[in-house]
């Protein structure tokens, strides 16, 4: 059984930086595509980034570019969401998400092709 479990969420000011993780069992984690999405009370999930399955090419949402980076350790089945320079508007629950048959990125901004979810981790940003 795959199981996610993300860390790493808190309470900061605007401009501050947060690192989240995500530990994922039950699947051989360097076959496969990682990404992160977070989602906004009363808005849909979005997709922020993803990474391909040796770390060696990420992709980023506009929204998110520049400030955000994404990185995996295949050895410790975890991938990372290093936040900087965050806006009030990041504040959401973020979810980590495995590529259920990829080890690139594809398509993956609206996160059908991805699962299982965790229970997310929440990140607020205050102004």
């Known amino acids: 059984q795959v199981q996610v479990m993300e860390s790493g969420g808190g309470t900061v000011q605007a401009g501050g930086s947060l690192k989240l993780s995500c530990v994922v069992s039950g699947l051989s984690f360097d076959d496969y595509a990682m990404a992160w999405f977070r989602q906004a009370p009363g808005k849909e999930r979005e997709g922020v980034s993803c990474?391909?399955?040796?770390?060696?090419?990420?992709d980023y949402s506009e929204a998110v570019l520049g400030r955000f980076t994404i990185s995996r350790d295949n050895g410790k089945n975890t991938v990372y969401l290093q936040m900087s320079s965050l806006k009030p508007e990041d504040t959401a629950t973020y979810y980590c998400?495995?590529?259920?048959?990829?080890?690139?990125?594809?398509?993956?901004?609206?996160?059908?092709?991805?699962?299982?979810w965790g229970q997310g981790t929440q990140v607020t940003v205050s102004s």
């Open positions: 990474i391909n399955w040796n770390g060696n090419l990420q």
């Open positions: 998400a495995a590529e259920t048959t990829l080890s690139y990125c594809s398509s993956w901004k609206t996160g059908t092709e991805f699962g299982p």
